[in-house]
């Protein structure tokens, strides 16, 4: 597709990877020398940035973009390439009928209206950021929800949430940081002299904002996780300390039965009538003798308590 597009008729191409022949002579037209950026759209497979002042003092941005990526499919994503330059824009395999919450009809009636290819390209990746704020808007339901769960029903099941999640936030930030690459690319070239232009400042702000709620959805997920090995932690030297308790009161019981419980011929309580008896009673005594010395002392704390819903540690 080649459009022409407002009142300075600079042209928009859009086209897929196989038509490799059609971009050839465009660019050659304009002496850009891409040869890497062609390259690039046969591998098809990650991101690509680059940026370059021609002979003729031109300057051309080039590169791919991943802007769709399955959170549990690392092969299953979208990339599209682009060329910007001062008078055109060549994008590559981008599919605006694969983005949900983008109209592409108000799309390209907001490039329409656009004076030079770098304000289009801008008003695209504004937009772009539009759907993924959209998409962290989502994310950020699931993780209030995970929040409260940690309270509600701490279990494991709960620990391989919170790593979902955390595995969800580093493929957003991921997917952020070459589109905040390109950004700071445009303006190093300040192409067209975007950079002091509303359109610029509104992609930048839109691109500082997901960054930064990604940053503080880290904060909280880290957070999460530090809460969770404390409660682990917490609760595994409970278990321990509840097993070796319960082992130590014990301990007069296995005490007295290893020493009645020996073959020799001559022990002398075997012949006592109420033998039987005293035995119970001393391995009762001291059962709770021990017990109430490690009571006593503080030892045993809180180990013997249920565990109250809604709390941590209780």
Not at 59 to 75: A, C, M, R, W
Request: charged residues 25%; negative net charge; hydrophobic residues 40%.
């Amino acid at each position: 597709m080649e459009k022409t597009i407002g009142p300075n008729k600079w042209k928009w191409y859009q086209f897929d990877k196989n038509d490799r022949e059609r971009i050839g002579p465009i660019i050659e037209n304009v002496n850009c020398g891409s040869t890497g950026w062609l390259e690039q759209l046969q591998e098809h497979k990650t991101n690509f940035l680059r940026i370059k002042t021609l002979d003729n003092g031109s300057k051309v941005v080039t590169g791919s973009l991943i802007y769709q990526q399955n959170f549990e499919e690392e092969l299953d994503y979208k990339i599209f390439h682009f060329y910007v330059s001062t008078d055109q824009l060549i994008t590559v395999d981008l599919m605006l009928s694969s983005f949900k919450h983008i109209h592409t009809e108000d799309l390209l009636r907001l490039i329409d209206r656009t004076e030079n290819p770098v304000d289009g390209f801008l008003i695209f990746l504004g937009e772009l950021m539009n759907e993924m704020l959209f998409e962290i808007d989502q994310f950020e339901d699931a993780l209030k929800t995970l929040i409260w769960s940690v309270r509600k029903r701490n279990e494991t099941s709960i620990l391989e949430k919170i790593y979902t999640q955390r595995h969800e936030l580093l493929v957003w930030k991921n997917l952020l940081i070459p589109i905040k690459e390109l950004k700071m690319g445009i303006e190093e070239i300040n192409l067209n002299e975007v950079s002091t232009g509303d359109i610029f400042k509104t992609t930048c702000k839109r691109i500082d904002r997901a960054v930064e709620l990604l940053n503080e959805y880290e904060h909280e997920l880290d957070s999460i996780i530090n809460l969770e090995e404390v409660i682990s932690s917490h609760r595994g030297n409970e278990i321990m300390k509840t097993l070796t308790v319960i082992t130590t009161i014990f301990t007069p019981v296995m005490a007295f039965g290893a020493l009645w419980g020996m073959n020799f011929k001559h022990m002398p309580e075997l012949e006592w009538k109420f033998g039987y008896i005293m035995s119970v009673i001393l391995i009762g005594v001291s059962t709770i003798l021990l017990y109430g010395f490690l009571k006593f002392n503080g030892w045993t704390g809180d180990l013997l308590r249920g565990k109250k819903k809604g709390s941590f540690f209780k």
